[in-house]
């Protein structure tokens, strides 16, 4: 069993000062501890670490360590994964880890992983709502679940914090790519805050997967 000790050595083995500088920069949140491990290398750890489950108790001090954690999770059978996941959301703290943050078992279990998804989208916390809404742009941008995306974009109120009003509008976004009709005639309802609405049509119209005559349609629904 590998212990805290180790893998700090580990990773600071493998830590690149230059990369630890500019991601800090990138996370906008000074009070995070970075070695400065790239993601790959990271994921390469977490893979040869899997059956080491004592990692979930190791404190989290450090950004790595908290990236491996949801890693691991991530590759945990359904049950497990359940059991670990409140834990794990609560304590994110960052954007880059919280859109990593994936488990392949959702795809099999997405009535059974709603619940948890709707409870941390009414979560005060900024990541634990970011967390909710980027689980379903992972899992669950399906013609079948447009209402429950609806219903969550619709949910992030005007003046809400940054990383939540970002990710509902990249979820809008994907929508759009994906059901245009759909995505417009929810547009049209306006429902949805300035911000997530403006915001959602500047990242489809970024998109090399809508037709020019799209964007120029979503374009025109922007509020000025």
Avoid at 144 to 151: G, K, Q
Avoid at 195 to 223: C, D, M, P, W, Y
């Amino acid at each position: 069993m590998i212990t805290y000790e180790e893998a700090l050595a580990r990773l600071r083995a493998n830590a690149d000062e230059t990369y630890r500088i500019f991601h800090k920069k990138l996370l906008k949140n000074d009070a995070i501890e970075l070695i400065g491990v790239r993601i790959p290398i990271l994921r390469a750890l977490a893979k040869e670490w899997k059956n080491e489950r004592g990692i979930f108790d190791f404190p989290n001090d450090y950004y790595e360590i908290g990236f491996l954690k949801c890693t691991l999770a991530g590759a945990l059978p359904f049950e497990e994964f359940t059991a670990r996941v409140d834990l794990l959301v609560d304590s994110l703290d960052n954007w880059a880890t919280c859109d990593c943050f994936t488990a392949k078992c959702i795809a099999s279990h997405k009535e059974e992983f709603l619940p948890y998804i709707e409870r941390y989208l009414k979560s005060p916390k900024e990541f634990t709502r970011r967390y909710g809404l980027v689980a379903l742009l992972h899992d669950y941008v399906t013609e079948e679940y447009l209402p429950v995306l609806f219903r969550a974009i619709k949910s992030v109120e005007e003046g809400a914090p940054y990383y939540v009003m970002m990710a509902a509008a990249w979820l809008l976004a994907e929508i759009f790519v994906k059901f245009y009709g759909q995505g417009l005639a929810f547009l049209e309802e306006n429902a949805l805050s300035p911000a997530v609405r403006n915001k959602g049509i500047q990242k489809a119209r970024e998109s090399f997967r809508l037709t020019s005559e799209q964007k120029n349609v979503l374009k025109s629904r922007k509020i000025r």
